[in-house]
Antibody, heavy 116, light 110 residues
Framework: EVQVLESGGGLVQPGGSLRLSCAAS????????MSWVRQAPGQGLEWVST????????YYADSVKGRFTISRDNSRNTVYLQMNSLRAEDTAVYYC?????????WGQGTLVTVSS | QSVLTQPPSASGTPGQRVTISCSGS????????VNWFLQLPGTAPKLLIY???LRPSGVPDRFSGSKSGSSASLAISGLQSEDEADYYC???????????FGGGTKLTVL
């Protein structure tokens, strides 16, 4: 059974940093791209970032480029999202999802709140 | 403002057929496959249609997807009360080198 589990969310001040983790199981982790998608309160879905299966290629939405970094550790079946220079508009539930575009498995999400 | 355009709301009665549109451009829907997601309140999104018209295992054949030019549609036949949810379309955008979503459509079963 495929499982995706995010962690690391919380309250952070504007300008601060946070690292999200996503532990996956039930599939050959290194064979699949992994992505982060976020949803601001009461809003729609927004793609944030994707990393290829081997970790060599990364992609970012313009809204987070230069501030967020996606990475993965295939030995731990885990993908990370390092978020720096956080802004109020980054407040959202962050979902980790398997694949790129055709996100077939999603975690339950972790809430990131950026506020002073 | 989302790159893909969906109507904010749609509605139908039980048993009816409803369609939800998703309009894009040549750099996204016009060139790439479309995926559709369903989100029930307070839960994570779920993949409903991938590759424009393919259903993952477990998704009823009441749900179908199609595409024409730079627009796509999700059709739901035999509408049921449990279909009441938010629906999102998504596609890769070659110009942005990433994935773009529609703003979502809230489906109400009357």
């Amino acid at each position: 059974e495929v499982q995706v589990l995010e962690s690391g969310g919380g309250l952070v001040q504007p300008g601060g940093s946070l690292r999200l983790s996503c532990a996956a199981s039930g599939f050959t982790f290194s064979s699949y791209a992994m992505s982060w998608v976020r949803q601001a309160p009461g809003q729609g879905l927004e793609w944030v970032s994707t990393i290829s299966g081997n970790g060599y290629r990364t992609y970012y939405a313009d809204s987070v480029k230069g501030r967020f970094t996606i990475s993965r550790d295939n030995s731990r079946n885990t993908v990370y999202l390092q978020m720096n220079s956080l802004r109020a508009e980054d407040t959202a539930v962050y979902y980790c999802a398997k694949n790129s575009g055709d996100f077939d498995y999603w975690g339950q999400g972790t809430l990131v709140t950026v506020s002073s | 403002q989302s790159v893909l355009t969906q109507p904010p709301s749609a509605s139908g009665t039980p048993g009816q057929r409803v369609t939800i549109s998703c309009s894009g451009s040549s750099s996204n829907i016009g060139t790439n496959n479309v995926n559709w997601f369903l989100q029930l309140p307070g839960t994570a999104p779920k993949l409903l249609i991938y590759g424009t018209n393919l259903r993952p295992s477990g998704v009823p054949d009441r749900f179908s997807g199609s595409k024409s030019g730079s627009s796509a549609s999700l059709a739901i036949s035999g509408l049921q009360s449990e279909d009441e949810a938010d629906y999102y379309c998504a596609a890769r955008d070659d110009s942005l080198d990433g994935v773009v979503f529609g703003g979502g459509t809230k489906l109400t079963v009357l």
